[in-house]
Each structure stands twice: as C-alpha cells, then as structure tokens.
C-alpha cells in the first residue's frame, strides 16, 4: 500500500524526535515552527517534556499546542541560546534552502531561524526540488503597504496573490508570489526585504536549514 503524505510527515517528525532525544541538552530551550508536520512532532515532544527548560514557538498555533501538552513555552526574548530549532518547509532544495510560510508564521519563523545554531527542516519527499519557487513565495506585508509593495513585486517578476482574510500572529498580511523565476535565491530574498513595507519573505536562503531530514517511502534520507 502507497505510503500517504500525512504518514510521510509522522515519519520525518519522528525522525526529528529521534534526533532531539540524541543530541538534545537536558535543561535548555528548544524552537518549535509551525505547521502540521511539526504539530507531529509537538505531539512526540510531549514525551520529553520533564527534559525541557520550555520551548519557543513561531506561531500562536504551535504555543497552544505546545502548552496543551504541559510544555512551557517562553519568550524569545528571555533566551540567551537556542542551540536546536524544528520546523517544516513548503519546499527545500538540496543546499537546504527553502520556501516557509505556507501558514503564515514566516516572520517568527525567521527570528527563531537567526537564533538557532541548528535548524532541523522536516519534511516529505513532495517538498524536495531541484529549483525553489513552485510554491509561490510568501510576503507578509504591512497592510497599508499591500498595494505598492505588489506593484514592487510586479517590477520583479512575481505575481503577487493577496492570501485574503489571513491575518499573521503579527497583525500583518500575506502576499503569495507566483512564478518567480529563482535563480538566485539569496539575491531575491534581498531585493525582497528591500521593499519598504515588507516584514519578511519566505525565501529562507540566506539562512538555510543546517541539516534536513526528508521522509520518503524508502525512509529517512539526511542532508548536512
Ligand atoms: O512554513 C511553515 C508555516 O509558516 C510550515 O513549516 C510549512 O508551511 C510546512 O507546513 P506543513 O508541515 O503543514 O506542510
């Protein structure tokens, strides 16, 4: 029977709770992201629970979820070191560059991403590709900027796509941006921030994920 991609997204968080039980230091912080692979893994996490000082979480979501299984979640700001971070990705290709945001979360998502010294991307085989920006890019924008920052995008070479009704955990909106030509992500990620009005973008090239683990039928393939 073909292995389904909800089964797929178990496998790579437990893969990811495999990893932590290894090299996790009992009594410190873990970044949690956001995402329904990820909500896998909270949901492993639960077992660690008397191990970990607290999390710190990149959405609303995730902090409920977290709390919800008696973890402790803190501020980022209370945190000197975050020596592990675990999040998903819409797409990651094999410098483990990626495209987040698919949920929105991509600005908190980046903060913790800074922080970390390890980012572990867990993902199924459907988010590996060869050349990122099949998933549209997502902007989260100032909302008073929303128009002038799509013309920017326009100017670009992306179709912006307004994610109507969606309101970040920043009070902020999303631009989804069609059919960028990326063949250089960390200079588009750039030129993105560039744009006044934007918070952040989902290209996470400039920071990319330090290790990835991405379950397919075959099992876990690592990529360092
Ligand atoms: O970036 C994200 C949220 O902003 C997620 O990591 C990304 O959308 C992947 O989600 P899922 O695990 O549900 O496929």
């Known amino acids: 029977m ?5 089964q797929l997204k178990q496998q790579a968080a437990q893969a990811a709770f495999d990893y932590v039980k290894e090299h996790f230091k009992p009594g410190s912080v873990i970044g949690v992201g956001t995402g329904s692979t990820v ?49 998903g990705a ?3 290709d094999s410098h483990m560059r990626m495209v987040k945001g698919g949920g929105a979360a991509l600005t908190r998502e980046k903060i913790i991403a800074a922080v970390a010294q390890t980012f572990v991307c867990i993902v199924d085989k459907s988010k590996q590709v060869g050349r990122l920006g099949n998933f549209p890019v997502p902007v ?4 008073m900027a929303r128009s002038y920052v ?10 912006p796509v307004w994610r109507e ?7 902020n909106w999303i631009l ?3 059919n960028f030509d990326i063949l250089d992500p960390i200079h588009l990620e750039q030129q993105l921030n ?20 991405i379950a397919s039928a075959d099992g876990i393939q690592t990529l360092k």
Do not use: C
């Not at 073909?2 to 909800?6: F, L, M, N, R, Y």
């Not at 989260?140 to 909302?143: C, K």
């Not at 009704?165 to 009070?171: I, K, L, M, P």
């Open 2 to 6: 073909a292995t389904s991609q909800e």
């Open 176 to 178: 989804d941006v069609h």
């Open 150 to 159: 799509g013309r920017q995008i326009v100017r670009l070479g992306g179709d």
């Open 39 to 87: 909500n896998f893994f909270i949901d492993l996490l639960a077992e660690m629970k008397h191990d970990i000082e607290a999390a710190v979480s990149s959405s609303e979501a995730s902090t409920e979820r977290l709390k919800s299984h008696g973890i402790r979640v803190v501020d980022l700001n209370s945190v000197s070191e975050l020596p592990l971070y675990i999040d």
């Open 140 to 143: 989260e924008v100032i909302p």
């Open 194 to 213: 560039n744009i006044v009005g934007v918070v952040t973008n989902g290209l996470f090239a400039q920071r990319g994920a330090d290790l990835a683990l």
């Open 90 to 92: 819409d797409e990651i």
């Open 165 to 171: 009704g969606v309101v970040t955990d920043n009070g």
